[in-house]
């Protein structure tokens, strides 16, 4: 049972990264997944989550009208499309599997190893 975050860079403020994460030895339909970062020296911050009943999204204000995160169960791949990237954005960002969508990072079950996102010009 694997989470595999992916899609982190370097880019410059404005730009866009896709961060994907992708689940391997189990099935994401069955699963909420959320989108955590954490900066240097800072707490772990909830960005987004995903529901896996309806597809719900839901998004911390920093994250609004800029990320979008959407699922692809064929692929058992979730994305977090993000735009206009900002320097505060600039953190390892961690997809994790639940039961159910909540900015609980406790709530989580399953987490992938983070990827990267530095965010500079």
């Known amino acids: 049972v694997q989470l595999q975050a992916s899609g982190g860079g370097l880019v410059q403020p404005g730009g866009s990264l896709r961060l994907s994460c992708a689940a391997s030895?189990?099935?994401?339909?069955?699963?909420?997944i959320g989108w955590f970062r954490q900066a240097p020296g800072k707490e772990r911050e909830w960005v987004s989550c995903?529901?896996?009943?309806?597809?719900?999204?839901y998004y911390a204000d920093s994250a609004k009208g800029r990320f979008t995160i959407s699922r692809d169960d064929a692929k058992n791949t979730v994305y977090l499309q993000m735009s206009r990237l900002k320097p505060e954005d600039t953190a390892v960002y961690y997809c994790?599997?639940?039961?159910?969508?909540?900015?609980?990072?406790?709530?989580?079950?399953?987490w992938g190893q983070g990827t990267q996102v530095t965010v500079s010009s």
């Open positions: 994790a599997a639940g039961g159910i969508a909540t900015i609980d990072a406790y709530e989580y079950d399953f």
């Open positions: 030895g189990f099935t994401l339909d069955y699963y909420a």
């Open positions: 995903i529901s896996s009943s309806d597809g719900s999204t």
